[in-house]
């Protein structure tokens, strides 16, 4: 199995450092020629427009959506939700937009609200998953085919799934919790 | 139970941060063009480093309805300069939202012997660095993010680069030492024992650093990221050039592909004139930026 993590701008040495730590074989994409032959691709968190900004100069962009369209799994965070989502209010940052999600950008504020909390996951189990929302989005409506994942205790909308692709709010690479991972691994795997 | 102002979210957004360019910019107008560029954050001044440099006096935190402006006008996260010490600067700072504190050797430093005690905000700092001990002084005074100074205003990377090997070298130097040679290391830097000890472990700084201080180009930008920078503070580079728009988009594009030189000699084509620069040598020592601060 092979991911690659797009390396485009934002933290992606985190994901890989998780992805070894899984012993997982990754590879950095900053190129078209990076996405042959992966199994999946995770998005980082970083900055929306300036990802966006760098996928559509060298063709990254559709490359990337004909991939997912095509049935590439995918696991989105933070900036990388946004990226997957159809929808992004008040935004022209164009989206990879194959996700049946409205994602809303700084959704809780400026980084003085960015926050930690312990979220329910129910399918990675009981135990709460450490959540850190930095200058975090939220998911504000998900489509038909989409399933929730995590609330938080307001109820607002943080982590979905669309078959194999899969969107959060929060920061599993900032955490020593691998929980996350593994499960977008199942899914690559095709065991969830 | 949701804590904000951790250290975890102030260290967390830096790492955000990564592989960006964070552009200093003195309007919304600019700060629009940056973003437009792909920037990953701006830093909000009354007045660009050359700029600055240019007009002596006392330089002071910019007006806040200017940050506010620009706060408005773009989604990207805004940073704003205090001077060195002016802890009530970073209060009102941090009253007005900004996303992260530059307590910069840039302004004229408000205190000689001490920085803010950085902890005591829920804002995070940047601080600049011409060493390994430095920034963990900084660290350990509470800085989320460090950026190495290099010599803010003069077009020109040798201090940076100065900086940046300064940094890593002193990173590899813990990295091998002995155990039974760490204390003498930490008193030789002025560092934190404590922090001297994660470095020897982790082989890494425990914040993320950008370069800073004299990238005007394209492959400067490269050559910092190549040195093992984490990402690009650029300040009069961009908008003192003939070709702001193109020249930050150029920045932009070299620092993301840094390791591939096809592309860093494809975006430096056709860039228009860099910003006029100085030689260091030429600059009295008294008016030297990177001196200020300790």
Redesign the interface.
Known sequence: MKIGVL????????HIATLHRLEVDTTPV??TRHLTSLDGLIIP???S??IS??ML?YDLMDEIRNLAKNGLPILGT??GMILLAKKIPD?DTEPIGVMGITAR??AFG?????????LSIPVLGEKPFPG????APLIEQVNDGVEILARLADYTIVAARQEKLVAAAF?PE?TDDMRFHRYFLDIVTGDR | ??????W??KT??A??????VIMDIINAEQAKIA???????VMALERVPSDIRAAGGVARMADLSIIEDI?KAV???VMAKCRIGHFVEAQAL?AT????IDESEVLTPADESNHVWKHDF???FVCGCRNLGEALRRIDEGAAMIRTKGEAGTGNIVEAVRHIRAVMSSIQKLVNARQDELMALAKEMGAPMELVETIHQTGKLPVVNFAAGGVATPADAALMMQLGADGIFVGSGIFKSSNPEARAKAI??AT??FQ?PKIIAEVSKNLGEAMPGLDIKQIPTEELLATRGW
């Open positions: 390396a485009s701008q934002g933290a992606f040495a985190e900053r190129l968190g970083g900055e427009t300036s900004k760098l100069g933070c900036a935004s950008r700084n400026r980084q003085k609200d960015s926050f930690e909390t312990d850190i929302f930095i200058r920061h900032l | 139970m949701e804590k904000t102002g951790t975890k979210v967390g957004l790492q955000m941060l990564k592989g960006g973003q437009e560029a792909g920037a990953c954050a706060m989604s990207i996260p941090e939202g900004v996303d992260y829920k804002v995070p932009v594009q993301t592909h591939d």
